[in-house]
């Protein structure tokens, strides 16, 4: 009797202030096609750190998929190891790098924090990440300020300054299958962002879901786990 083909790993990486329970809602789905792993974003400073820490504990070849800034870090990760990633997934994120006016910024913002007790992320901040039409949805907002309140003011503070290279020069360095998605209604990264990646990666193939804001594994689940279970399995078959 021949056994069952093993499941892909599928390593994913989640965005600032978010951890694994980013994908609480599309992982019963994925783990039904894929081993899921998680990186963790959360105790480095600096992309690259973050990237050297993900690959110490990943499976020697997975399948890589990068939300917002895990997309930055997902892209560190090709860059160092490209033998070990065998596609890359890139969600609601961008290869635009920090200007020294957004470094400054940034930094003056984290001066007038680190004075004060952190409870969490504004409540304009939390409407923004989402649809307008889920901005009074107090579930997800709840899922996802718990998120934030767990990593707590530490995580809050390195990664309110992390900087982000601009990595549209490399993007055509990327020589592995990408699938990017991008969604109509997000307000903190812009469709023409997602366009750019998949204009400046080779074979790259872009993927808009709509009525969904930034929050798409919390969002649209069901429409982001269908484009990866699809995904997977073309990659597969390749």
């Not at 400073?45 to 939300?67: D, N, T």
Request: proline residues 7%; aromatic residues 4%.
């Amino acid at each position: 009797m021949n056994s069952a083909a093993p499941k892909p790993d599928l390593l994913l990486l989640p965005g600032m202030m978010c951890d694994e329970r980013l994908w609480a809602d599309v992982a019963p789905r994925l783990g039904r096609s894929a081993t899921l792993h998680y990186g963790d974003l959360s105790r480095d400073a600096s992309i690259p750190a973050m990237a050297a820490r993900v690959l110490k504990g990943a499976p020697e070849r997975f399948h890589l998929g990068g939300f917002s800034m895990g997309g930055y870090v997902a892209r560190e990760i090709v860059a160092t190891a490209p033998e070990r990633v065998q596609s890359l997934i890139l969600m609601n994120t961008s290869s635009v790098g920090s200007t020294p006016d957004d470094v400054a910024r940034r930094r003056d913002m984290a001066a007038l924090f680190a004075a004060r007790p952190f409870n969490g992320l504004t409540t304009a901040n939390l409407k923004k990440s989402v649809h307008p039409d889920r901005a009074g949805d107090a579930a997800l907002l709840d899922h996802i300020q718990d998120m934030a309140r767990g990593l707590g003011k530490d995580v809050f503070m390195r990664q309110l300054i992390l900087e982000r290279e601009d990595g549209g020069p490399s993007l055509g360095s990327i020589a592995c299958p990408t699938l990017v998605v991008t969604c109509t209604d997000d307000l903190l990264r812009t469709v023409e962002e997602s366009r750019t990646l998949a204009v400046g990666i080779p074979g790259a193939r872009l993927e808009i879901i709509p009525d969904c804001g930034h929050m798409t594994p919390l969002e649209r689940p069901d429409a982001l786990g269908t484009l990866i279970e699809e995904w997977l399995d073309t990659c597969k078959a390749a």
